[in-house]
């Protein structure tokens, strides 16, 4: 049985609901929506979590979920649980939805289930400095980088490789933009934020999801900088999918063991002479755009992940106290 956590009507989620319902795999949806519904004991039995989640007007032994999907978003976050003009919810149901997302969280840490994917996995994506250093153990390339607040140093790192792009260094989203032509007026604003540089690299960029041993790669053609966004300006974006070197798909598996993230998504960029370069991992892909585009089966790939039991993905935080949810 699978438990899907969020919001269901968010793509990704719907996506692999649907694919449940479709397979006939039984699965519960913990809608943070409705959390003001839901109730949750969890104790902590001879070193194991033990307990239960009540929903849907059902008491559901938590080792019953053979796999977790997880796109919580914080629970202060949840429209129900913020203020609509000069209407408030009430401070008893928002206490008890905060504490109920705490505990489903904890669980999750250290659930003996499989987990797509824990918040100590997902934290890699937090610095994307810290990730990078990670990508290479790998085996793969990583663009020429610069982090700065220093505009003499921008100067001199343009001169070095000609064409940049620049974005956040957190885990937070943003934009990728070439930097052209920079004037010292623009570059004086980095003084303020560290602002992460790096060499342009020509070629064409892949999308690739692993999910357990599966590789779903697909290869995407635009001319804009970020194609995420090419729509906004104006720029046609194709996908399709492709077919791996076998190295690098098994380079690929090796990064997200290496991460811990059963489910991710690797963002790389394919050169004219065929070598690989890795800018960044996902641990929360938005899988639902590219399936979307290229009709490869991802959710379903996914949901029949988590219900397998075989070599379940057990890295847990340790938990030694007891919480409980009247």
Same mark, same amino acid.
């Given at each position: 049985?699978?438990?899907?956590?969020?919001?269901?009507?968010?793509?990704?989620?719907?996506?692999?609901?649907?694919?449940?319902?479709?397979?006939?795999?039984?699965?519960?949806?913990?809608?943070?929506?409705?959390?003001?519904?839901?109730?949750?004991?969890?104790?902590?039995?001879?070193?194991?979590?033990?307990?239960?989640?009540?929903?849907?007007?059902?008491?559901?032994?938590?080792?019953?979920?053979?796999?977790?999907?997880?796109?919580?978003?914080?629970?202060?976050?949840?429209?129900?649980?913020?203020?609509?003009?000069?209407?408030?919810?009430?401070?008893?149901?928002?206490?008890?939805?905060?504490?109920?997302?705490?505990?489903?969280?904890?669980?999750?840490?250290?659930?003996?289930?499989?987990?797509?994917?824990?918040?100590?996995?997902?934290?890699?994506?937090?610095?994307?400095?810290?990730?990078?250093?990670?990508?290479?153990?790998?085996?793969?390339?990583?663009?020429?980088?610069?982090?700065?607040?220093?505009?003499?140093?921008?100067?001199?790192?343009?001169?070095?490789?000609?064409? %940049?792009?620049?974005?956040? #260094? @957190?885990?937070?989203?943003?934009?990728?933009?070439?930097?052209?032509?920079? !004037? $010292?007026?623009? /570059?004086?604003?980095?003084?303020?934020?560290?602002?992460?540089?790096?060499?342009?690299?020509?070629?064409?960029?892949?999308?690739?999801?692993?999910?357990?041993?599966?590789?779903?790669?697909?290869?995407?053609?635009?001319?804009?900088?970020?194609?995420?966004?090419?729509?906004?300006?104006?720029?046609?974006?194709?996908?399709?999918?492709?077919?791996?070197?076998?190295?690098?798909?098994?380079?690929?598996?090796?990064?997200?063991?290496?991460?811990?993230?059963?489910?991710?998504?690797?963002?790389?960029?394919?050169?004219?002479?065929?070598?690989?370069?890795?800018?960044?991992?996902?641990?929360?892909?938005?899988?639902?755009?590219?399936?979307?585009?290229?009709?490869?089966?991802?959710?379903?790939? %996914?949901?029949?992940?988590? #219900? @397998?039991?075989?070599?379940?993905?057990?890295?847990?935080?340790?938990?030694? !106290? $007891?919480?409980? /949810?009247?």
């Amino acid at each position: 049985m699978i438990l899907f956590c969020g919001i269901p009507s968010e793509p990704p989620l719907a996506l692999a609901i649907e694919a449940a319902e479709e397979l006939g795999i039984e699965h519960v949806i913990f809608n943070q929506r409705h959390s003001h519904f839901y109730d949750m004991m969890l104790d902590l039995r001879d070193g194991r979590p033990t307990g239960a989640l009540w929903a849907c007007e059902r008491e559901w032994p938590l080792e019953q979920f053979t796999g977790i999907y997880t796109r919580m978003i914080d629970s202060s976050d949840v429209p129900e649980n913020r203020s609509r003009g000069h209407i408030h919810p009430d401070h008893s149901l928002i206490s008890k939805s905060a504490f109920l997302h705490h505990m489903v969280n904890d669980w999750i840490e250290i659930a003996e289930s499989r987990v797509v994917n824990r918040a100590t996995a997902m934290s890699s994506n937090v610095s994307k400095p810290y990730q990078a250093q990670l990508i290479q153990k790998s085996g793969f390339q990583v663009p020429p980088t610069l982090i700065t607040n220093d505009p003499q140093e921008v100067h001199e790192f343009v001169r070095l490789h000609k064409r %940049l792009i620049y974005k956040s #260094i @957190s885990s937070v989203r943003s934009i990728v933009r070439e930097l052209s032509n920079p !004037s $010292r007026e623009q /570059l004086e604003r980095i003084r303020h934020l560290p602002t992460q540089f790096q060499g342009y690299i020509s070629g064409v960029n892949i999308r690739v999801h692993v999910v357990g041993e599966a590789v779903f790669a697909t290869e995407i053609i635009s001319e804009a900088v970020d194609y995420r966004y090419a729509e906004r300006d104006g720029v046609e974006v194709t996908m399709s999918p492709v077919l791996l070197p076998d190295d690098i798909a098994a380079r690929c598996l090796l990064l997200s063991r290496q991460l811990r993230l059963p489910f991710c998504g690797i963002d790389l960029k394919r050169t004219a002479e065929g070598d690989y370069y890795c800018f960044e991992v996902n641990p929360s892909p938005g899988y639902s755009y590219y399936q979307e585009h290229t009709a490869q089966p991802i959710a379903q790939a %996914l949901v029949q992940y988590l #219900i @397998s039991r075989d070599s379940l993905n057990t890295h847990r935080v340790p938990y030694a !106290s $007891r919480r409980e /949810l009247g």
